[in-house]
């Protein structure tokens, strides 16, 4: 099996700076893909942002030049730079990933438990 563990949530100011990160762990034979989506009360869940392994990057609009994906492919790691946040981002950010576990090779979505993040005006 594989685990997202995110950590990095909490409570940050509007105009400040937060940073997110999800590790990844267990049987993991390759990550293709991880990135972060969030959800706010009432909200369907969204996109926010998408990086694979390449460093290829997808970004929702609403977050585009304010949020930064980067990826430690060592690490199995992404991580998420939230730079100027609006009390609109507030949400559970949850940590996405398509990978594949071994024993059998089989790719799959992965999704981490969320962490919520708090912007104060």
């Known amino acids: 099996q594989v685990q997202l563990v995110e950590s990095g949530g909490g409570l940050v100011q509007a105009g400040g700076s937060l940073r997110l990160s999800c590790a990844a762990s267990?049987?993991?034979?390759?990550?293709?893909?991880m990135g972060w989506y969030r959800q706010a009360p009432g909200k369907q869940r969204e996109l926010v942002a998408t990086?694979?392994?390449?460093?290829?990057?997808n970004y929702a609009d609403s977050v585009k030049g304010r949020f930064t994906i980067s990826i430690d492919n060592a690490k199995n790691t992404v991580y998420l730079q939230m730079n100027s946040p609006k009390p609109e981002d507030t949400a559970v950010y949850y940590c996405?990933?398509?990978?594949?576990?071994?024993?059998?090779?089989?790719?799959?979505?992965?999704w981490g438990q969320g962490t919520q993040v708090t912007v104060s005006s």
């Open positions: 996405y990933a398509y990978g594949a576990k071994v024993v059998p090779i089989r790719w799959s979505d992965y």
């Open positions: 267990g049987s993991i034979f390759a990550i293709n893909r």
């Open positions: 990086i694979t392994s390449g460093g290829n990057t």
